[in-house]
């Protein structure tokens, strides 16, 4: 199987940052795309970020210019780099991975679609 967890949420001042990460575990040995999305409380769940295996990204308008996603493939590790915080980022944080492959045993397995647990943001003075 494969899980994901998700680290680094806490309480910031506004204009302050906050680092999450998010380590995929189990016998991987391919991740496809892996992204960082966020529920604020009355909302639906948004996009935040995106990256491709390649490391092609792709942001919400609403965090373009503050928030930077990186991953490390060999870690199996995505990140998100929280810059000039404000208020409405308060939100829980979900790490999602599109698509990854992994060893059971002789046999290759492919799922799809996994999600982190979250972590929790606030942004408050």
């Known amino acids: 199987q494969v899980q994901l967890v998700e680290s680094g949420g806490g309480l910031a001042q506004p204009g302050g940052s906050l680092r999450l990460s998010c380590v995929a575990s189990?016998?991987?040995?391919?991740?496809?795309?892996m992204g960082w999305y966020r529920r604020s409380p009355g909302k639906r769940r948004e996009s935040v970020a995106g990256i491709t295996r390649e490391g092609r990204t792709n942001y919400a308008d609403s965090v373009k210019g503050r928030f930077t996603i990186s991953r490390d493939n060999a870690k199996n590790t995505v990140y998100l780099q929280m810059n000039s915080l404000k208020p409405e980022d308060t939100a829980v944080y979900y790490c999602?991975?599109?698509?990854?492959?992994?060893?059971?045993?002789?046999?290759?397995?492919?799922?799809?679609?996994?999600w982190g647990q979250g972590a929790q943001v606030t942004v408050s003075s």
């Open positions: 999602n991975v599109d698509e990854a492959r992994y060893y059971s045993g002789s046999s290759r397995v492919t799922v799809t679609n996994i």
């Open positions: 189990g016998n991987i040995f391919s991740i496809n795309a």
